[in-house]
């Protein structure tokens, strides 16, 4: 892949239809000034983030996996298989709720679809599957079309920021700007509840460096990366702050999603809310591909390196990873059944997506952090190696800031779907060596821990969630 098809990757996978449910998601639990502080936030965070991504993407070029190979490299073979656990995880978590949401979606023009009942269901499995089997047809004329599609997303989100902004009104954007009157906490509190929606919409930063083995030249991953954070940052705050202008608080908290066409519909009827369906279906058909890519590739690059079981390494004759994705399909599937018991199935799964994903953020940057200080890099000298060192510091902070933000309900079911993986690492490396130990004491160790862990935060969630 050149450059063009990589930054398609990177902005397929993060514009999706969950940049048109900002309105309301974010106003959910906040007011205009603290989801003003959290863009903040996320944007020099997510600039120190992708800049790790970059750096490494061209100091350690020869880590051809990408998340996966940074762990493996930096802190040892367990936790590399982690990080690739939990970043399969995030991607199959996100695909569901692009189900959800293309159901919850449909529903406007059939109310049978509402995005948690068994219609939805049988709605959703049909797509898992179709994109399924697009990208058995073969991973680079899917993401041709991805970059495509990705040019249709961005002009869609352009002209709905445009209809908003004709309809801005200065003194409804003045109103309660920190929440006071709706009682929604302190500002801090406030930040926190929009921070895994802010990390859900920038998933897909790191996207051109997972299929960074298929670039035709690494050193492009970097630039791609660059290229989808710039696009998207501005899209993304004009979306959460323009709608203010229109609506109170109050009223952007009780919009149905995908939220912005409900907005649209009050402003200018009912083609408002028919142009922001269609682009939301085009748009997380668009992301979703991108995803799909994502979670066959991550699993079958682990494989090869005997870190995932050996069938994932396979290929078929179009040179997709068959079996990882049937396996992922699969595991899809499964988790469509959520939709029938979660009272928030959209923001469940995107909450889940991004707790599952924040510890491979965690570990790249860390990776940073060690080789900079360690001076492991092809650059030694002066200012080069001291930013570096910084960026691989700020943006561990800011991996750190987002699972504290998650609160300990997550952090629950995030520790929880991390020890699931364990048996199917042990079984790897059993096929790797029967006569060696799969895990080493430290290892051991950081298991112990990690019963520990669950056991603290079930203690703290009958007082905190």
Known sequence: MGLLLLSGIVVGSMIGGGAFNLPQNMAAGAGLGAITVAWGITLVGMFFLSNSFRTLADQRADLKSGIYSYAREGFGRFAGFEMAWGYWLSSAFGNVAFAVLIMQTLGYFFPVFDGKNWQSILGGSVLIWAMHFMVLSGVKRTAMLNTLASVVNIVTLSVGVVIMALFFQKMQFSYDVWGQQQHLGSTLAQVKSTMLVTLWVFIGIEGAVVVSDRARDPHQVGTATFVGLAVCTTLYFLLSALPFGVLHQTGLAKLQNPSAAYMLENLVGHWGAVFVVVSVLFSVLSCWLAWTILVAELPFAAAKENVFPRFLSRENQNQAAAPSLWMSSIVMQAMMFVVLFANDAWIWLISVAGVTIL????????????????????????????????????????????????????????????????????????????????FTRMEGWLQAYSASWQSSLLCCLPRRC
Request: glycine residues 4%; hydrophobic residues 50%; proline residues 6%.
């Open 359 to 438: 510890p491979p953020y965690l570990a790249s940057a860390a990776f940073l952090w060690k080789c900079a200080a360690q001076k492991t890099f092809k650059i030694h000298e002066g200012e080069r190696r001291r930013a570096s060192l910084w960026t691989g510091i700020l943006a561990t902070l800011y991996a750190a800031w987002l699972l504290y933000a998650a609160g300990p309900k997550y952090l629950l079911l995030s520790t929880i779907f991390f020890v699931i993986g364990i048996p199917v690492f042990w079984y790897a490396q059993r096929e790797r060596d029967r006569s060696a130990p799969a």
